[in-house]
């Protein structure tokens, strides 16, 4: 339900499957996105919401290690976290 809820913002578009080449002359140590999030729920690779939380906050970690502040993803990325701490609150 939660990535959901994430997958529907206009802006999680930007989080939905990472393209190397859109990260200029960085490479992102661990990637991480929602399309691979969503595999491996379909996959059942998760072995506990520990697992799931810890990729969901990899898409975030990464964002503010690869983007500058005053970006617009950085922004987006700040929106849908906050978004997922509230409904993972529930």
């Known amino acids: 339900d939660i990535l959901h809820e994430l997958e529907n913002k206009s802006y ?3 989080f939905y499957k ?3 080449k859109d990260v200029k002359n960085k ?5 991480m996105d929602l399309f691979t999030i969503n595999l491996k ?5 998760y072995i506990s ?6 990729d969901i906050r990899l898409i975030f970690c990464n ?3 690869y983007n500058d502040v005053e ?17 993972w609150n529930e």
């Open 63 to 65: 964002c503010y290690t």
């Open 71 to 87: 970006s617009e993803i950085y922004r987006s990325g700040k929106t849908l976290e906050c978004i997922f701490n509230k409904k």
């Open 27 to 31: 490479a992102i140590k661990n990637p």
């Open 49 to 54: 919401l520990e697992e799931f939380e810890k």
């Open 41 to 45: 729920l379909k996959n059942n690779q």
């Open 18 to 20: 990472y393209v190397e």
């Open 12 to 14: 999680a578009n930007l």
